[in-house]
């Protein structure tokens, strides 16, 4: 009696709608009409053929699996063969010896108990015995050449697809793992600016515990300040004092000139408001042309070009020209470390 619950119609139909969506985009129109047509047809054939052969005694399962596995090959041999170079009016008879061999060898494994996987073996094997065998057969009747008959027996669309699906699981892999590295990063970051926080907040209160009776968190600071610049030479503490307004270069003058400066903080306080300046600081950039000139016209706007041409004007002529040039937006021939010494020269005579 026919196999119960196995719509074979129905399901040629399901593996022809499917074929569309994966054949190559790259194929022509006809070529994909072509692939999905004979999926389709030696689907059906198939299906029709284990339905009514009562002798086989088939369950729905072992006839939806023969079926597939021919609506499989042949999806991937009918792809190989359009690669191949191999003139279209050969192709159907390639196919229809593909898909015979392909039922004998499921119906005889399933008759046989063959485990599953020793099945899709032998007929992986068998499928590539005979399309080579037909290659073959075109190139003694000399249908195809040599070079034809090479590349139609290099082709297999089921191994390719089947790297593309690795590299594509490779891809999500790393993009899962590069996303909770991200995640993790990130979260750590968090916690990090967490404790921060909390040692900023630390030792703001210590400093302010330690202050000594009518002197403020801003005195405190500036004295430290002064504990440091007393061991720097004059040309440093001059250039430092001048980016400071008047009242407060002034007090850290007459701190340095404090002959007892140090009894009046003690060594976790300097340490405290060294480590809160320090928060502050500005990171040293890399000296680069675009960072030399930027710093350049940040001064050009800030003072007039008199006033710089003043301060250039015993230099060499490639260093004036360097800063002609520069007023455009423009770095001329010059070093980028002596740039970089000019820049910084300029910056500190203003």
Known sequence: MPIEGFDYKDFAASMAEQAKQLVPPELKDHEKEYIVKTLGNFTLLAGEALYNDEQLKLNVD???FITQIIAEWSFHKSIDLIHSGILPQYWDSIM??????????????VIRKIPQDQLLQAIEHHVIKVYNSSIEELQQKGVIDEEIKQRAESQSN???????????QQRQQQAVAEEAEKNRAEAEKRQEEKRRQKRLEKQ????????????????????????????????????????FDSSDSLAISQYMNMADLESHIDSDLISGCLKEMKEYLPIKRKLTKENVLGDLLRLYRSNPREKIEKIIKNERPLVKRFIAQ????????????????????IEESV
């Not at 229809?96 to 494994?109: D, L, P, R, S, W």
């Open 204 to 243: 703001q209160a210590a400093v302010a515990v330690s202050i000594p009776q009518g002197i403020t968190n801003k005195q405190m600071k500036l004295m430290t300040l002064a504990l440091v610049l007393k061991i720097l030479s004059q040309d440093k503490v001059t250039t430092i004092l001048n980016k």
């Open 326 to 345: 520069a007023y455009d937006g423009e770095y001329s021939e010059l070093p980028l470390k002596v740039a970089g010494i000019v820049a910084q020269y």
């Open 96 to 109: 229809q010896k593909i898909a015979f061999t392909i039922f004998e060898v499921a119906k005889q494994a």
């Open 62 to 64: 072992q006839a939806v």
């Open 158 to 168: 089921i191994d390719a697809m089947a790297k593309q699906a690795q590299e594509e």
